[in-house]
């Protein structure tokens, strides 16, 4: 491991500096007690002491809804691609939300290139904050993704009481601190043994939900779950869509233009695959008519054992955001648990 | 990137939610976690909020109809036309021979200030808000607190409810946010007992699910009530007003015997019983399910004495939540669009009272009772509607095509060209809910800032700014400049708002009416408040469902379900991308009407699902796509209300006391078209 300190009393001067060339994406608190991601204009507003976000990183990446072309049909037809080239740090944002990039990082950026997303994605440098205290929503231990992790950021950062661990985990993470050099000190020994035990501790400390997600997944992918369970689970769904918005590695989107007089923009939007319109094609057909048949469909891309050799891991990270944000009761813990014991209670 | 905090326009629950703007334009939502209702959560409608503001097909002119077509214009023409065609039909046949429709959607501004349009400027009485359909004349029950013309209690009620009774009410399809929090209860062990003639998610999940056949709510009700106070032994307070005419009025409804007439078997309802005496807190919901069926009134009257009976007689505490519809329909009636009081519930004849108000509005009031929405239909000759779609919101949807299409003059203020604006001689184009300030209130009476994200489209502005305009192209200017200016004239005149200080922040989930303060000033105006019991009439008890018999003929009964698929073809979900294509999945697919079929009945009337069925009732044919479900009970077939209105097949009921309009339960035929 490669590590430095970063004193207590640096760390807003480091913030400013990666200000002067990146928008610097941040926790902060947002109306009353909600902690958002965003781009910040001064070091003061990042909560330090937040738990989690209450969206992930992917609205960076991946917009609710992104013009990705205009064009005008005004005589002739124009047409003209759109893409982001902010420079982007996301500084203190959560193990599981730095590691769920990882997963759109397979879908967008594996096979077929997508060219809006890479845009920003090439831009973008991750410095992850290490949870010392996971909420009680959390199982991030399950999903191999926190809450500290062994790698996959560019830089990772443990409060300590003297300052800031700082772990680097890639060139761009390094460069930050060669070009900032005056900021850092050396590590000593016991810091770094100091953020062993605190991960030990804090794994300790996880809630309810915690590893269900093994079980689950060695019977989904041997095709052995009730098929009560789907029922059971569809029940329990009101198709908001929140499940797979709020995930950090849910990536499903649609197209539409619109027009305005001679002018349209071709839009992309966030989709669901759990919406009865998701999959239905223009002929009236729709191949999974069923609630039941999307949620076993999700579940299959989530945590599957075929799915997680296609993406490099499994596609749940364990951040819990669906276990807040489910309207009904079949978020990820809820359906692993029901897939291993064979019924949903 | 900044998120604007603000709320849901969609449903009653008034969900918080964040809006995230990028160069002036909206490009996304996020829940709030902090907000008591939404807690984290949204449901589809409020994920795609955005979209209804950000859309292609908004209103961004005033249109004036001109040899037939409506033409863009200027506000000032626009205003102008409007002040001209109202003035006209004031001067030949008087104000009562207009009418005004205010709006569930818009703000509490938005109405209050149309009120004092209708009752100062144009002097008609006749003001009044279509989806008070769905709302149950009289005041609605509460566990003894005032009750001020309001009855929501709590949604928080739900997280320590050991007992949840869901009566007509499916709030996986009406109010999202209020079926998350059952589904939290259930899973920590709350009792869940679901009464509705289909089998809807809950239902299924439910303990006892009581699969009332439609037009008997009032007399399971009864039963249950027999039970309770005749078999279980419940210790009810002898002294209580009313009770031994409500013992005598159920006196005889054995669980047994009401079987037959009502579908519930009679050991499913014992076992309800025994719950609710198990039970320490209780919490029933109730919604369209129940409101807009043909005993409301007594239905609710019955689920009143039922609570008023526990808070006397040391039963369960009981909290009833009546579940409005819309985000704002609590606002719309708090605010007096409503025929029969001024803002904050004020009688027309309290002298004092309006006294205030022809003060404060430097005007007289018209203070005569006015026609209810159903009644203006057919009977007044102009209508200047804001922010509703009355070909569907009405029962007799058709009658209200008609209705509108007779008239010599129509006014819309809207959104986006709903049927009826299309129908409009003047259009005006409305700002959505993120695009101004101004305050709703939910179905619990939370009233809630909403905030400015983003600038309207092309001209549109504030609803209220709009009233405002025509009012002055009459000569009688309205002098607000602002949301807040409105609120605080609101606060002070409307008691039930006294102690609200203006924006009530949407991020702490607003504040709920009334405050100390505003229970104090508002005693005079709440009536005592008092828990009594009624006894149930024997007309109610048969209900309609005795008119409404099966027959050789007629084998099937027919019913409309007003919690099946609601949003389907509502204005502002259809021009939403996301939500519009969820929504319209049904109407895509069962274009002709969507007639939900137990199997065994379609076995029995050889038609198959996903085929069009011949409909025959004793008024009228139709053709309808038969739906296949264990949803549908045996022996009923169910429609979603939406399309039971235009289906013309449906009796419609008149409720005695209000003239209400309702679909009533119908026999009818079925078989395969030949
Ligand atoms: S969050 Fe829950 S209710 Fe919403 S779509 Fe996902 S599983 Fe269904
Ligand atoms: S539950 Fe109601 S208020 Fe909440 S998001 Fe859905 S429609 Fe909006």
């Given at each position: 491991m490669t590590a430095r300190m970063l004193p207590g009393n640096k760390i807003d001067e480091f913030a400013v500096r990666l200000m002067r060339s990146a928008e610097v994406v941040a926790p902060r608190r947002v109306g009353e007690e909600d902690v958002f991601y965003g781009a910040i204009a001064s070091p003061d507003e990042i909560a330090w002491d937040y738990g989690t976000a209450v969206e992930p990183l992917k609205r960076f990446l991946l917009p609710q809804r992104e013009p990705i072309l205009r064009f005008s049909t005004n005589g002739r037809i124009r047409v003209g691609a759109e893409y982001d080239e902010q420079q982007r740090v996301f500084l203190?944002?959560?193990?599981?939300?730095?590691?769920?990039?990882?997963?759109?990082?397979?879908m967008y950026g594996g096979d077929t290139v997508d060219p809006y997303y890479m845009s920003r994605r090439e831009r973008s440098t991750f410095i992850a904050l290490t949870c010392q205290q996971p909420e009680p929503h959390c199982f991030c231990v399950c999903g191999d993704a926190g809450p500290f992790l062994e790698g996959g950021y560019d830089q990772q950062w443990t409060a300590l009481p003297e300052g800031m661990l700082v772990e680097i985990g890639s060139a761009a993470g390094e460069a930050l601190v060669r070009d900032n050099e005056d900021l850092f000190a050396e590590a000593e020994v016991d810091q770094v043994a100091a953020r062993y035990r605190l991960a030990r501790e804090a794994e300790q400390k996880f809630g309810e939900f915690k590893s269900y997600i093994a079980g689950a997944?060695?019977?989904?992918?041997?095709?052995?779950?009730?098929p009560a369970v789907w029922e059971q689970a569809a029940d329990r769904c009101m198709e908001c869509g929140g499940c797979t918005y709020l995930c950090p590695t849910c990536s499903c989107f649609?197209?539409?233009?619109?027009?305005?007089?001679?002018?349209?923009?071709?839009?992309?939007?966030?989709?669901?695959?759990?919406?009865?319109?998701?999959?239905?094609e223009a002929s009236g057909h729709n191949p999974r008519p069923e609630r039941e048949d999307r949620l076993r469909a999700r579940f299959f891309h989530k945590i599957s054992h075929q799915w997680a050799v296609r993406n490099g891991r499994q596609a749940c990270v364990g951040c819990g955001r669906c276990v807040l944000g489910c309207m009904g009761w079949a978020h990820t813990p809820a359906v692993s648990e029901g897939i291993r014991r064979g019924v949903m209670t | 990137m900044p998120e604007i905090a603000t709320v849901c326009p969609y449903c009653g629950c008034g969900c918080g939610l964040y809006l995230h703007v990028r160069d002036g334009r909206l490009i996304g939502v996020s829940?709030?976690?902090s907000h008591p209702v939404s807690q984290g959560r949204l449901c589809v409608k409020g994920w795609h909020a955005h979209e209804v503001v950000d859309n292609p097909n908004r209103l961004t002119h005033p249109l004036v109809r001109r040899e037939g077509n409506l033409v863009v214009a200027s506000w000032e023409e626009a205003a102008e036309v409007v002040a001209n065609g109202l003035s006209k039909v004031l001067e030949s046949e008087g104000p009562q021979a207009i009418g005004v429709l205010g709006s569930a959607r818009c703000t509490n501004e938005d109405n209050?200030?149309?009120?004092?349009?209708?009752?100062?400027t144009l002097r008609t009485p006749n003001i009044d808000c279509s989806a008070r359909v769905q709302c149950v004349p009289g005041p609605a029950p509460t566990s003894g607190g005032p009750s001020l013309g309001a009855g929501a209690e709590e949604i928080a009620d739900l997280d320590s409810a050991d007992l949840i009774l869901l009566v007509g009410s499916d709030p996986t399809e009406e109010h999202p946010a209020v079926a998350a929090r059952v589904y939290r209860a259930r899973q920590r062990g709350a009792r869940v007992v679901a009464a509705a003639a289909r089998a809807h998610p809950l239902a299924r999940l439910a303990d006892v699910h009581l699969p009332v056949r439609p037009g008997s709510e009032v007399r399971w009700l009864g039963s249950l009530l027999h039970l309770l106070l005749a078999e279980q032994g419940f210790a009810a307070d002898a002294d209580m007003p009313g009770l031994s005419e409500l013992r005598a009025s159920v006196a005889g409804l054995r669980p047994e015997d009401t079987e037959a007439a009502t579908n519930v078997p009679a050991e499913a309802l014992r076992e309800v019983a025994r719950l609710y005496l198990s039970s320490k807190q209780v919490v029933i919901l109730y919604s369209t399910g129940l409101a807009l069926s043909t005993v409301a009134g007594p239905a609710l009257q019955a689920l009143g004495s039922l609570a008023a009976l526990s808070s006397r007689g040391g039963g369960p505490e009981v909290s009833v939540l009546g579940l409005l519809s819309r985000n704002n329909l609590q606002g719309c009636r708090d605010m007096g669009v409503a025929p029969d009081s001024l803002p904050g519930y004020v009688p027309l004849n309290d002298d004092a009272a309006v006294a205030r108000f022809e003060q404060a509005w430097k005007c007289e009031v018209a203070r005569e009772?006015?026609?209810?929405?159903?009644?203006?239909?057919?009977?007044?000759?102009a209508m200047y509607v804001v922010g509703d779609d009355v070909t569907r919101s009405l029962p007799d949807a058709d009658a209200a095509r008609r209705a509108l299409e007779a008239l010599d003059f129509l006014v819309v203020q809207d959104i986006f060209m709903s049927p009826a604006a299309s129908m409009a001689d003047v259009v005006l184009p409305a700002?959505?809910?993120?695009?101004?300030?101004?305050?709703?209130t939910n179905l619990e009476r939370r009233v809630q800032g909403i905030r400015k994200a983003v600038a309207p489209p092309g001209e549109a502005r504030e609803d209220w700014r709009i009233v405002a305009d025509v009012s002055r192209a009459m000569g009688k200017p309205l002098p607000y400049e602002s949301a807040k200016q409105i609120f605080e004239e609101i606060a002070d005149l409307a008691s039930i708002y006294a102690g609200i200080a203006y924006p009530p922040a949407a991020v702490n989930g607003g504040i709920r009416w009334p405050t100390p303060e505003g229970r104090k000033a508002g005693e005079t105006v709440a009536g005592s408040g008092e828990a009594e019991v009624t006894a149930l009439s024997a007309e109610a008890l048969?209900?309609?469902?005795?008119?409404?018999?099966?027959?050789?003929?007629y084998p099937l009964l027919l019913a409309a379900d007003p919690t099946l698929r609601p949003w389907d073809g509502e204005v502002t979900v259809c021009h939403t991308l996301t939500s519009a294509g969820e929504f319209a999945v049904v109407a895509r697919d069962y274009p002709d009407g969507m007639l939900c079929l137990n199997p065994e009945d379609a076995k029995r009337f050889g038609v198959r699902g996903g085929r069009p069925a011949r409909v025959v009732s004793p008024k009228g044919e139709s053709q309808m796509q038969v739906r296949v479900t264990e949803e549908a009970p045996e022996g009923i077939a169910l429609v979603p209300y939406n399309q039971a209105m235009h289906s013309g097949l449906m009796e419609i009921s008149t409720d005695p006391e209000t003239g209400r309009p309702v679909l009533a339960p119908t026999p009818i035929l079925v078989g395969p078209v030949q």
């Open positions: 203190g944002v959560r193990c599981c939300d730095v590691t769920g990039v990882a997963v759109l990082d397979a997944m060695r019977k989904l992918s041997m095709n052995e779950v009730a649609t197209v539409t233009d619109r027009m305005a007089g001679q002018d349209g923009v071709r839009e992309r939007h966030w989709d669901a695959c759990l919406y009865s319109c998701y999959a239905r | 829940p709030s976690r209050y200030v149309l009120v004092r349009f209708a009752r100062g009772k006015g026609l209810r929405a159903w009644e203006m239909l057919g009977r007044v000759r700002a959505a809910f993120a695009e101004r300030e101004g305050t709703w048969k209900g309609p469902g005795a008119r409404a018999e099966t027959n050789e003929e």
